[in-house]
């Protein structure tokens, strides 16, 4: 680290310090309260967030690139199925989600995300797996494969910086059953406008 012309990258991490030789330092901030930027000693030159709540929220100036999206295509036929997709914790909310999907008269919700929380799995998640109303799916890479399985998705995060669930919904033709906490304000680009901010933040020409 620190060679000449380089350009770092930095997301979810702390330096101690600038490298001296380095061009430019990027923090690449995804997070709100798990990554209080207005708590660390500036180690960058820039900051890029995925959206402007994001910014405002952190309270510390920086450029918004939004994240990129995955295409994805809409599937016709599928049986009524619901999902809720993210890791299983509190900021999630997953056990209302559950419970909003249920009370719109489905039968079972696949959960397609990481348990990231134990405690929170014990006390709000677990009863409903034990009782065959939740079926835990994991983490699925394909995301086409994972939509093409659903008709609805619940989402009841508490806080989100960019929310890819609603975004990927509307590309694959799904349901969005979202609440307001979950916005997040942030837009969609395409690749080459997204490649184009990150270029100029990057100084590459």
Request: proline share 4%; net charge neutral.
């Amino acid at each position: 680290m620190g060679e000449p012309e380089e350009r770092i990258i930095a997301h979810f991490t702390r330096l101690p310090q600038k490298p001296d030789s380095s061009k430019k330092i990027i923090l690449a901030c995804h997070e709100k309260h798990l990554f209080p930027v207005k708590d660390i000693i500036p180690f960058w030159d820039e900051i890029v967030y995925v959206s402007n709540a994001q910014m405002f929220w952190q309270g510390v100036y920086g450029k918004v690139i939004p994240n990129v999206v995955t295409p994805l295509s809409k599937k016709k036929g599928k049986p009524k199925t619901a999902g809720i997709i993210g890791s299983i914790d509190k900021n999630k909310n997953t056990h209302e989600s559950i419970r909003r999907a249920l009370a719109d008269g489905h039968d079972t919700v696949l959960l397609f995300g990481l348990v990231t929380d134990q405690e929170y799995w014990k006390l709000k998640i677990e009863k409903f797996v034990k009782e065959g109303k939740a079926i835990l799916r994991g983490y699925e890479d394909d995301k086409q494969k994972m939509y093409d399985l659903l008709t609805d998705v619940y989402h009841s995060s508490f806080s989100e910086t960019f929310n890819f669930i609603k975004f990927e919904c509307e590309g694959a033709g799904v349901e969005y059953h979202g609440v307001k906490s979950a916005e997040s304000g942030a837009e969609v680009l395409s690749n080459d406008e997204i490649f184009k901010l990150w270029e100029n933040c990057l100084e590459l020409k």
